[in-house]
């Protein structure tokens, strides 16, 4: 393949993620994108989806009990020329270090906002991962259709809870909160909504016009029209200028109001981010920057999916491709083992939908099945390179128990069991000075991995476990010289434990017994994660 040809692919490549608290309308705007990619033909599949997926789905059998998707889906589709990949973040109590390792594999991410809700808890900790990877933000805030918080009120929420500034590429128009439509900044062009009540699968009838015309003043009625072009007058005067380049340092989001219902806004926001949002980025590696258009393929490994198909027990490798051409059937090296594998059955996916695929670019994800090899942020690369793409950081796990065998006579394989699956990063490992494996401490960010952690130590390794939660909710690392249980003042008001490489960690309650202890240990600095893994 020529490099033109390369370069012609990745440019039109768009890979993102939808972040979002539930209930903001992450399902819904992703179905209406999908609608406009033509990749479904009816609203509502993708949520009878959600709903009808005991019925459909092969996947793990929690998913069926619980009705809930255990790992993040990747939907794929053409618009206008642009190839774009969505990845999914669970969340609501599926959220897990999957949600996390997922925003790894994107090059930008839409944070939806529910226009009465504001800047909500989910959404805080997604952002966060994605300003530290300094990836670009777009912020649609849905629910336009329905009563609202002010504009004004939610461009200082985001610029102060999140601490990025915010420029509305087009505003709402209506007074206090009650929205008629919105004006389109870069086109001075009014949209309103023509009437309300139009529900659903129906796409909700505007009018467009200019703000100067005559007739929109009078339908808006004096006093809306006079808080639209004051609203204007002072975004232009004090508000940010436009700036794509912060845009792409994530310094800057781009700001559009609309509602994904309704579907209201929604095609001008998709238009607008596939010009604004950057093609397949170039990655940090051993060896230096790896160049999307470099001809040699290259990929990491961003998710694991055990038992996908419970039968079969496969596991399904997810890969996001950093360079090269992927084609069905190549032989690639796994780096961390040098061993050569033949990618055979490459899986792409719509929604729960797969299908084999023959090749793919940068920027795409693809699904391998994993002859049990792959771990979570492995490279593979064509023959002839060498390199390893920057490791992953480490996410901080929030919730804890103690975890033992039922069956003391089940300890070999409860080992192996919680060893293997630590090495796929299923769940975080920690054991106390004194203990032995027989008993270990299991850290995760969301109830879901403890779940999913009791079904697959039963159903693949045949062990019951006993689960005892700690009342724990942050780890530090320490760091300092001979950090010892007996040497740290206050180590009783939180558990002293250690992780899989042998550094010391204090687990404790709250941020106000964390402080007791830092206060009183100052030679010991404590940290989000291990001293050698520190967010930039
Ligand atoms: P999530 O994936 O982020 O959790 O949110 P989801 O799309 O499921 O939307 C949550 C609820 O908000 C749904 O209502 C959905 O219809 C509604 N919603 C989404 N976008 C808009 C919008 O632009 N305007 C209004 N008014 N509502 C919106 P539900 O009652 O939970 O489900 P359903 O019965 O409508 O399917």
Not at 26 to 51: F, M, N, W
Not at 261 to 281: H, W, Y
Not at 434 to 458: A, N, P, W
Request: with cysteine; net charge negative; proline share 5%.
């Amino acid at each position: 393949m020529s490099i033109v040809d390369l370069s012609s692919e990745i440019n039109r490549r768009r890979t993102f993620a939808i972040i979002s608290h539930p209930d903001a309308g992450k399902t819904t705007l992703t179905e209406k994108l999908l609608l406009y990619g033509g990749a479904i033909h009816l609203a509502g599949s993708v949520k009878s989806r959600k709903a009808q997926r005991h019925a459909v789905s092969d996947w793990m059998e929690i998913e069926k009990q619980r009705g809930i998707s255990v790992t993040s889906s990747v939907m794929q589709f053409d618009y206008d020329g642009f190839r774009i990949n969505i990845l999914d973040t669970p969340g609501h109590q599926d959220f897990s270090e999957d949600t996390y390792r997922t925003l790894m594999a994107v090059d930008s991410a839409v944070m939806i906002i529910d226009v009465a809700k504001g800047v909500e808890a989910q959404t805080k900790k997604l952002f966060k991962v994605c300003k530290q990877r300094g990836i670009p933000i777009f912020t649609f805030v849905n629910k336009l259709d329905r009563f609202g918080k002010n504009p004004f009120e939610l461009m200082e929420e985001i610029e102060k809870v999140l601490e990025i500034r915010a420029y509305p590429m087009n505003w709402p128009i209506g007074i206090d909160g009650d929205y008629k439509g919105v004006y389109n900044r870069q086109k001075a062009q009014i949209e309103l909504f023509e009437e309300a009540g139009s529900r659903g699968q129906k796409v909700l009838p505007s009018v467009l016009g200019s703000v100067d015309d005559p007739a929109f003043a009078e339908m808006l009625g004096e006093n809306i029209h006079k808080a639209l072009c004051d609203d204007i007058e002072l975004l232009d005067m004090a508000g940010d200028t436009f700036d794509l380049e912060k845009v792409a340092q994530g310094e800057l989001t781009p700001m559009f109001f609309g509602s994904a219902m309704t579907n209201f806004g929604v095609r001008n926001f998709l238009e607008e981010f596939l010009r604004l949002a950057p093609p397949p980025a170039d990655r940090k590696s051993s060896v230096g920057m790896v160049e999307t258009k470099n001809e040699k393929f290259s990929a990491f490994v961003f998710k694991i999916q055990a038992n996908m198909n419970p039968a079969h027990r496969d596991r399904l490798a997810f890969i996001r491709i950093c360079s090269g051409k992927f084609t069905r059937g190549m032989t690639v090296v796994h780096e961390k083992s040098g061993k050569t594998l033949k990618l055979a059955q490459p899986q792409q996916f719509l929604a729960q939908d797969r299908t084999i695929i023959d090749e793919a670019f940068p920027g795409d994800i693809v699904g391998l099945f994993d002859p049990g090899v792959f771990s979570i942020g492995d490279t593979i690369c064509e023959p002839g390179q060498s390199l390893v793409f920057e490791d992953f950081p480490v996410f901080p796990p929030e919730q804890f128990a103690r975890v033992q065998a039922k069956d003391t006579m089940k300890r070999k394989q409860f080992v192996k069991g919680i060893t293997q699956l630590t090495q796929e990063g299923a769940v975080q490992l920690f054991k106390q000075a004194d203990g032995g494996m027989e008993s270990c401490i299991i850290g995760t960010v969301g109830s879901l991995q403890f779940d999913v952690l009791e079904y697959r130590l039963k159903h693949e390794y045949g062990v019951d476990i006993l689960m005892h939660h700690l009342p724990y909710e942050l780890a530090r690392w320490m760091h300092g010289t001979n950090v010892k249980p007996a040497s740290l003042r206050g180590a009783d008001r939180g558990m002293f434990v250690y992780d899989v490489k042998d550094r010391p960690v204090l687990l404790v309650a709250n941020e106000w017994a964390l402080r007791w202890v830092a206060d009183n240990n100052p030679s010991i600095e404590f940290l989000v994660a291990p001293p050698d893994k520190q967010p930039e």
